[in-house]
């Protein structure tokens, strides 16, 4: 198969059980699915799917020099992303871990193609299912892996924040050390440090994206209270659910939805907030490899990044009283929420 990626460049890929994976019906539902959610659908950000990135994090391992299965792995990771991506998570209350495709990954992927197709090559497809066990694809918050490395790349260079030439000279410094990924030059980890957060802070963490994730949410709850979709469409492509939940005549439901649009701002504001919202802050702090071989973190190199980085959490963490705005008439907006928490 030849695959060619905006990041990775021209690809061929010739194992018979990645290319049947990438054909099956599970990955093939991750190119109707976002990796922003809403803020990709509605045109605040680029429309990556997660069909791009699952094949990209399976590329970067791949550069690596890791096995097949790790790069099974990569490309399985994200299979059990629902309609909407992230926005699923405040949905269901869990916008600081964001982790809901994690924990229903097992019973997602059992109803798929993927365990059959896994089985025809001799492998166990619950081997896949615990990310942690590929080291190279998956690490604790900050280190590098392929998950956030990947996302951060192609985020980084839609957002404006990073040039083609930037990308590839961080990719060239990216190594494998102890088993995991790490960088070889402090120059190169500083700058990606210093952009991955300003890539948070200008779209993953950023304040109007995720009130307009949780206005989404509120407009997801009220369908599923009145049977515009159900939970075959959470499990779908986010323009099918979302031309059903447009086409309910519920007039809460179309409230909700007339303010998912660009010209929704939200303030912050504690004397009056539609919602209180906390919400998952990304940052990395590289390992980088020395002459020595010994790895080091890049906050104890560089302590000016520490204290950036120790800032910038600082200024994020907490509770975000928010209060949308919007040029409807007043009579036509909800009515205030429950408190998010």
Avoid at 157 to 172: F, R, V, Y
Wanted: charged letters at 25%; glycine letters at 6%.
């Amino acid at each position: 198969m030849f695959y060619r990626d905006p990041i990775y460049g021209d690809n061929t890929i010739d194992e018979p059980v990645l290319i049947a994976l990438m054909e099956s019906a599970a990955m093939q539902r991750l190119r109707g699915v976002l990796q922003h959610g809403i803020s990709g659908l509605i045109g605040i950000t680029s429309p990556i799917t997660r069909f791009e990135h699952s094949v990209g994090a399976m590329l970067l391992v791949r550069r690596l020099g890791v096995g097949i299965e790790e790069q099974i792995a990569a490309l399985l990771h994200d299979v059990s992303h629902t309609a909407f991506s992230h926005v699923i998570d405040y949905v269901f209350d869990g916008h600081d871990e964001q982790s809901y495709h994690d924990r229903e990954k097992e019973r997602y992927l059992a109803q798929t193609d993927v365990p059959q197709i896994l089985t025809g090559f001799g492998y166990d497809w619950r081997l896949f299912l615990e990310e942690e066990d590929f080291p190279l694809l998956e690490q604790p918050s900050p280190r590098l892996c392929a998950d956030r490395v990947d996302y951060f790349l192609r985020d980084a260079h839609d957002l404006g924040l990073a040039s083609m030439a930037e990308l590839t000279w961080a990719l060239s410094h990216l190594r494998v050390g102890n088993g995991r990924m790490v960088m070889d030059d402090v120059a190169a980890a500083t700058w990606m440090a210093y952009t991955f957060i300003k890539a948070d802070d200008a779209s993953w963490s950023n304040f109007r994206e995720v009130g307009v994730y949780e206005v989404t949410a509120q407009a997801i709850r009220r369908g599923l209270a009145v049977g515009a979709i159900g939970q075959a469409d959470i499990w779908g492509t986010d323009a099918a659910a979302w031309q059903k939940l447009h086409q309910h005549p519920d007039e809460e439901l179309q409230r909700w939805l007339r303010l998912v649009s660009t010209e929704t701002q939200f303030v912050w504001d504690a004397a009056a907030p539609h919602f209180t919202l906390s919400t998952k802050i990304r940052t990395i702090d590289p390992d980088v490899v020395g002459e020595d071989g010994r790895l080091r973190p890049l906050s104890t190199l560089d302590p000016a990044f520490a204290q950036h980085r120790a800032a910038y959490l600082t200024q994020k963490q907490g509770k975000w009283p928010m209060r949308y705005l919007n040029n409807l008439n007043h009579h036509d907006l909800p009515h205030r929420g429950t408190e998010m928490t």
